[in-house]
């Protein structure tokens, strides 16, 4: 009940937009996790071809965000939100509907791109909404998302019960909800000129931001431990106990303490020191939290990890989704947005490969990687700080 009088105190849009959160990840995660049993069971598939149908997928979206995030700058957040959430419908209507390979590469291209259109200008929108609650916003946006992020695979298990085009069906039905509410309620903002000559003029722009491409870099940390709530910690705690189900403790962990702990955090942190310096603090707990699953045995210690983890994201995220759009104008904060996705995103893959390499190398190397990786992340957010490359948490208006 707390989140929900806070998130009353936001504006209708920033409500919206995170009511939004909470649909767009159900309807993701209610889909995508079953996408690979259902293109192998039940079509047939090869690995190799299942590769392929997810790859284009990831790599539609994770190569676009740049687009997503100039043509929020360029042509309104709104519009683009509401683009990307019908092509998000299109391309979860097509898994629903069509078997051949041609068809299916053609869902996952547009549920790709429909991700890199509203990923970085949901954000842009939202910062630029929440004026000096920034923090807060981003806040209960990782509590929706964590949300969905639970109820997603819990709604998607029971609609396989009758078939996956049921899901399928289902989840593009949640995103057409979300383009009809986003249309309906949205307002419309001014787009301000950029000021270049054009889109390149404004990649250059953001290129250009050396603090901005470091500290970019640095946060594969975040990105990388914050995958693993994906594979290693729910294999671990598969391994640990020996049911499949246990993979779920690990959201259900999360979920809980998101909803309970998130604001107080937030709240607690914003007024004692520099906003860097706590992301430094929470990717060094993201770190630590692959300590005890390295060392210890059985299912307790991985939910002791998983919940260090989460404890590092929600110390972490909210700020860097604050400090962003503070690298530079604030014209440019869709872009902002769709090139830190996209240059985190590549060395994230990298880091997952490691992860990925040692857990076919040895039980307990995967872990120790994990918390090297949190730990140079944070070594290098804390460099940054230092060297006062980061931007302060000065408030700007936004038009």
Known sequence: MKTWREMRGFPLAVQLLLVNQLGVNTGFYLLIPYLATHLGENLGMSAAVVGIVLGVRNLSQQGLFIIGGSASDRLGARGVIIAGCALRTVGFGLFALGDGLPVLLAASVLSGLAG??????????????????????????????????????????????????????????????????????????????????????????????????AFALAMVGMFTLENQLYLLLPDGAREATGWDGAAGLV???????????????????KSRGSRSRWIAVGLAVMGLAFLPPAFG????????????????IMIASPFVMELIPRFGRSELTGTYFGIFYVVSGVAAAVGNA??????????????????????????????????????????????
């Not at 959201?251 to 942190?269: C, D, E, K, P, W």
């Not at 040692?358 to 190397?365: F, V």
Request: proline share 4%; aromatic share 8%; net charge positive.
């Open 354 to 399: 490691v992860v990925g390499w040692a857990m076919d190398t040895g039980d307990g190397l995967p872990w120790v990687c994990c918390a090297v990786i949190g730990l140079a992340s944070a070594g290098g957010v804390a460099w940054l700080h230092r060297r006062g490359a980061l931007p302060h948490a000065v408030e700007r208006s936004y038009a």
């Open 116 to 213: 890199a259109l509203f990923n970085p200008a949901v954000r842009a929108y939202l910062a630029q909404e929440s004026g000096e609650r920034k923090a807060e916003a981003f806040a209960l946006f990782n509590v929706f998302a964590t949300t969905g992020a639970l109820i997603g695979p819990l709604l998607g298990s029971a609609l396989l019960l009758v078939d996956f085009r049921t899901s399928a069906l289902t989840a593009a039905g949640i995103f057409a909800v979300l383009t009809v509410a986003q249309a309906l309620v949205l307002p419309a903002r001014k787009v301000e000129p950029s000021g270049n000559s054009g889109v390149l003029g404004d990649w250059r722009e953001v290129l250009g931001n050396r603090a901005f491409l």
């Open 251 to 269: 959201f259900l962990v999360g979920t809980v303490a998101n909803l309970a702990l998130q604001l107080r955090i937030t709240r607690s942190l």
């Open 297 to 312: 045995t059985g299912a307790v210690p991985v939910l002791l990890g998983t919940l260090l983890l989460y404890l590092g």
